[in-house]
């Protein structure tokens, strides 16, 4: 793979925004979506390669038809770049465009840590590291993932995050 150009970035960019369509996978990793502009901060390939959120500044306002972010937010610091992030993605979504952003699961690791479910953490033993052997270490690797997270989220703190950057109807799901 080669690094997308700057220039290359414009022209996809700029195709999309004509088309009515552009839409952004921002915090790709190696993950690229088909028809989409991928964004991240550290990756190569046919991924742009950008500082986020401060490289939203490139878009143009209401540029954007849909924004999706899985694995990202968690990464960044609260409550200032993700602050920016929100206002961000805000003011380059178009009118009726729509973002949608995964995170990690924080409360539902919570509750089940408070209850003890054994069941709930032999299916963490399959995803976390070999180290993890007890709730705790479970627990601890889901909101830090050895220092990688800078936050977590839940429900009522994203709505508050996308709420207070001018987003409405926001919904869990």
Not at 73 to 85: N, Q, S, T, V, W
Not at 97 to 108: M, Q, S, T
Not at 115 to 128: P, S
Not at 134 to 151: E, I, N, P, R, V
Request: net charge neutral; charged share 25%; proline share 3%.
């Amino acid at each position: 793979y080669e690094t997308l150009s700057y220039l290359r970035f414009r022209r996809e960019v700029s195709k999309a925004i004509k088309r009515g369509q552009l839409r952004l996978q921002l915090g790709s990793g190696s993950h690229e979506i088909p028809g989409w502009v991928s964004i991240d901060m550290l990756v190569r390939g046919n991924i742009l390669t950008m500082r986020l959120p401060g490289g939203l500044r490139r878009f143009a306002n209401e540029s954007v038809q849909y924004i999706y972010s899985s694995h990202f937010l968690e990464h960044i610091e609260y409550p200032g770049e993700a602050r920016e992030f929100a206002r961000q993605c805000h003011r380059i979504l178009r009118p009726g465009g729509a973002i949608r952003i995964v995170v990690p699961g924080i409360e539902k690791i919570i509750r089940a840590y408070a209850a003890d479910n054994e069941e709930f953490f032999r299916g963490q033993a399959e995803m976390h590291p070999e180290w993890c052997t007890t709730k705790l270490d479970h627990l601890m690797y889901a909101l830090q993932q050895d220092g990688q997270h800078k936050y977590g989220y839940d429900f009522e703190t994203i709505n508050e995050l996308l709420s207070d950057a001018g987003f409405t109807n926001v919904v869990e799901g």
